[in-house]
């Protein structure tokens, strides 16, 4: 080894490097590769220079913890969203004149396609779904995405100007799910609707269906996680007193005892 080839590894650069490696998950050995150097002289730069001791300590710790965090979010179980795109060909209209942006052609698709190409209200499938306004026209409802539904032209007729939640609830089709539906789908709009289409190309990948996913809890993972942090109650051998010779034996994880 040549003389002072440790004195870099001291450095803010080099220590920085250090934690970088163990943060990456590498081994001792793997460090000490890149190093240049045998693993026995890595121990002994650790043991003589606190700097570089902790250096790969604290790299070692964050992804640990976070192999800690992922292995609880499996054992617990966790929700996502799966995000579906497909290419639209935009058609979208011109601004109108009182500065609101008018439904688009993509952002009528993608409703229409949130909804299964249903009627929103009574569930019945057509491809000849009408815009209905959430909140009437009459009472400045505009044409927007945050303020359309996808509704056969039955509904739409009946539902007219009144208020969307009253009206629907007093008919005979009314289903709780279809309105969960309907909420969540305007909170989305709501929430993500300006950043779902940009503008540049006719012809892009938009969003078309965002569903919300659960992964059920993972057995395996809630066992491993008992084990280790609760040995004295979740280990699978367990000492078991008894007045007289006696011999624990364990099989399969089950203890068995033999007089």
């Known amino acids: 080894m040549a003389k002072g080839k440790y004195e870099y590894w001291l450095t803010?650069?080099?220590l920085t490097l250090l934690e970088g490696w163990a943060r990456d998950g590498l081994t001792d050995e793997q460090i000490a590769e890149n190093l240049d150097i045998r693993r026995e002289t890595l121990y002994a730069w650790k043991n003589k220079y606190p700097n570089i001791s902790n250096a790969l300590k604290k790299g070692k710790e964050v992804i640990d913890r976070q192999v800690e965090n992922a292995l609880l979010k499996r054992a617990l179980g966790f929700e996502y969203e799966e995000v579906t795109k497909e290419r639209i060909v935009d058609t979208g209209q011109a601004q109108r004149h009182d500065e609101w942006q008018e439904l688009t052609q993509e952002e009528?698709?993608?409703a229409k396609k949130y909804f299964n190409h249903e009627c929103c209200y009574?569930?019945?499938?057509?491809s000849k779904l009408t815009k209905d306004h959430v909140k009437p026209l009459q009472d400045d409802g505009k044409l927007t995405f945050d303020n359309v539904l996808p509704a056969c032209q039955s509904c739409n007729s009946s539902k007219k100007d009144k208020e969307m939640m009253s009206w629907y609830q007093a008919t005979s089709f009314y289903d709780q799910y279809r309105m969960s539906k309907i909420h969540s789908y305007l909170n989305f709009v709501i929430v993500h609707g300006q950043n779902l289409f940009r503008k540049g190309g006719s012809d892009r990948l938009v969003v078309t269906k965002?569903?919300?996913?659960?992964?059920a809890p993972d057995t395996t993972a809630q066992i491993f996680w008992l084990k280790n942090r609760k040995p004295n109650e979740f280990?699978?051998?367990?000492?078991?007193?008894h007045s007289g010779s006696s011999q624990v034996i364990v099989i399969g994880g089950e203890d068995l005892l033999e007089e």
């Open 12 to 14: 803010e650069d080099g």
């Open 108 to 110: 009528w698709e993608f």
């Open 122 to 126: 009574c569930g019945t499938i057509t």
């Open 210 to 215: 965002v569903v919300t996913k659960m992964v």
């Open 235 to 241: 280990r699978d051998k367990r000492d078991i007193e």
